[in-house]
Nanobody, 120 residues
């Protein structure tokens, strides 16, 4: 089973930046749609951004213009560059595969996620 390992989270002041990484344990990224999600305690997991192997990208309205998703299939890694961070961005971030394009459903096993905390 392919494992997804998220990293790069941390504590940053409002307006700051972080770069999250999602590494797959086996070479499987190249043909799959990948996505970043986030989930605050007591809420449903929400899609932040998704990217196809051909570079089609979708963003949540709340992050468009501030967060950038990218992928490096050679390194089996997907990234989320987070700029102009806000306290509302504070939560745990996860990555996963999507079925049926950037509006599809996640189907891989969820990893531990990486905590992002933005102080005001």
């Amino acid at each position: 089973q392919v494992q997804l390992v998220e990293s790069g989270g941390g504590l940053v002041q409002a307006g700051g930046s972080l770069r999250l990484s999602c590494a797959a344990s086996r070479s499987r990224l190249s043909n799959n749609v990948m996505a970043w999600y986030r989930q605050a305690p007591g809420t449903q997991r929400e899609l932040v951004a998704a990217i196809t192997s051909g570079g089609i990208i979708k963003y949540a309205d709340s992050v468009r213009g501030r967060l950038t998703i990218s992928r490096d299939n050679g390194k089996n890694t997907v990234y989320l560059q987070m700029n102009s961070l806000k306290p509302d961005d504070t939560t745990v971030y996860f990555c996963n595969y999507l079925s049926d394009g950037v509006s599809g459903s996640p189907f891989g096993s969820w990893g531990q996620g990486t905590q992002v905390t933005v102080s005001s």
